[in-house]
């Protein structure tokens, strides 16, 4: 156990071996649903030739929830023993449907996944070469606050709306609050049951309260299906379960072989069947995406932890980074989409997590996700949203921090904030705040001021906005 506590310095950083654990279990429950969640939009999607994922007539759900936990156990480990900090990865939410419904549909699946492992590498040779780096100690220190606060906002806003708590609206407001404006739904109950509850473990300090959260409010949701049977929602049953009917399976799930997605990516034949134009657009939009995702999202739960100094920096930049590179050549690779550093990651530093052997805990259970896929269906949205919702609010706290009397940071401090949820991207709003943070200073006569990176970034930044015009202008 010494050596342990010594490698991943769990001492030195004030946590335990049992609360690594603890917050290793919190991770993954709270992300466990990407097992599930990915296989559904990406194996369901078909390419240009009007076949699914690995060459079939039809979606193979199974297989692609294998390889999805495969490659996030894999990367998630690695994060860990690495890195040594409590970061999990997985295949990243957005980042799938973009591949799924903007790249796959001009090419094959092979040549779309072979696109996400060339952006992977240029990602990685941008590590080693240092640029990446530079751009994270780039940052002013409150803008990463902003970012921190932004992803609170935006980790709560998931939770609300995974919940069915708060939906769409085809007309009138973009929001409203459960079934047409009324908390009618046996699903809607669990998840207010379960942020109640979790929230009061966590106000009394209770020592695994969002795990005790996630793990009760499963098992409430399971007693209510048995009573209730509310069913999986659609437009007939608009009260059903979001996405997973908490049931106990009746059998054994079988094993699925998820090394074979490994022959199924091709990261030339974008470049030479089609248009290379169309390719390196592609590649620069997933670039930046991922870029820019990670960045928020290590400042965000890197804060929470405890692990960002006073100058804004994190302890293995470079490692983390790195790691994050890989992970996105990985899911290219394995065919389950670019991997990414998960917000939900906050879960397990919301449970005391400070360093990577929580991450090697989410990694192995994600290892046995593999054999057990279909039981990650118990946990249902229901149950693991009150736990985003509380860690959003713990992100939430920081926003202190910034000082919003000084309108050249707390304008882009605001936009940075506020367009991450309201555009429901990380990117968008690390984006609005660059820009404007740069625009602000250029206007006021300090653009000298400013570190020569965030001109640079500040531009990609503006073509990342204005790609569909470039796209419209360049027909394609």
Do not use: C
């Amino acid at each position: 156990m010494s050596a342990i506590d010594r490698f991943f310095e769990i001492s030195a950083r004030g946590s335990t071996i049992s609360r690594e654990v603890r917050g290793g279990l919190a991770t993954f429950f709270t992300m466990a649903y990407i097992v599930v969640l990915n296989p559904i939009i990406i194996a369901n999607g078909k390419d240009i030739q009007g076949q699914f994922i690995g060459d079939g007539t039809s979606a193979n759900l199974p297989l692609v929830a294998a390889g999805t936990a495969l490659v996030a156990g894999i990367m998630t480990i690695l994060m860990g023993v690495v890195a040594r900090v409590p970061f999990a990865m997985a295949a990243g939410l957005g980042l799938n449907a973009f591949v799924t419904f903007n790249i796959a549909t001009k090419m094959t699946w092979e040549e779309a996944m072979g696109l996400v492992f060339v952006e992977g590498v240029i990602i990685g040779i941008l590590v080693l070469t240092g640029f990446r780096v530079a751009v994270f100690n780039a940052i002013p220190a409150q803008l990463k606050t902003a970012i921190s606060v932004g992803i609170g906002l935006f980790i709560a806003l998931i939770g609300f709306v995974d919940s069915g708590f708060v939906r769409r609206v085809p007309a009138g407001p973009p929001l409203e609050m459960g079934i047409r404006g009324d908390l009618t739904s046996w699903p809607i109950f669990v998840f207010v049951v379960g942020l109640l509850v979790t929230a009061v473990l966590v106000a009394r300090k209770v020592k695994g309260a969002i795990l005790i959260g996630i793990i009760g409010t499963t098992i409430l949701a399971v007693v209510v299906e048995l009573i209730a049977k509310a069913g999986p929602s659609s437009d007939k049953n608009p009260g059903g379960w979001q996405l997973n009917v908490p049931a106990v399976p009746n059998s054994m799930p079988g094993l699925e072989n998820p090394f074979r997605l490994f022959k199924e990516f091709d990261p030339i034949g974008a470049f030479t069947h089609g248009s290379v134009l169309l390719a390196v657009l592609l590649v620069f939009t997933l670039l930046i995406t991922d870029f820019f995702d990670t960045m928020g999202t290590i400042v965000g739960v890197g804060r929470q932890a405890g692990l960002v100094d006073g100058q804004g920096q994190l302890p293995r930049t470079r490692e983390i980074l790195l790691i994050d590179s890989i992970g996105a050549a990985a899911g290219g690779a394995g065919s389950v989409s670019s991997n990414t550093t998960y917000i939900e990651s906050a879960a397990g530093v919301g449970e005391g997590a400070r360093t990577g052997l929580a991450s090697v805990v989410t990694g192995l259970l994600f290892l046995v996700a593999i054999f057990f896929a279909p039981l990650v269906k118990i946990v249902p949205y229901e149950a693991a949203a009150p736990a985003l919702v509380v860690v959003g609010f713990l992100m939430m706290t920081s926003v202190k921090d910034i000082d919003f009397t000084d309108y050249e940071v707390a304008i882009p401090a605001f936009l940075t904030i506020v367009v991450m949820p309201f555009t429901y991207s990380v990117t968008n709003g690390i984006g609005a705040g660059f820009v404007s943070y740069v625009l602000i200073k250029l206007v006021r006569g300090k653009g000298r001021a400013m570190h020569p990176l965030l001109w640079g970034v500040a531009v990609l930044f503006i073509v990342y906005f204005a790609l569909g015009p470039i796209k419209a202008l360049l027909h394609l």
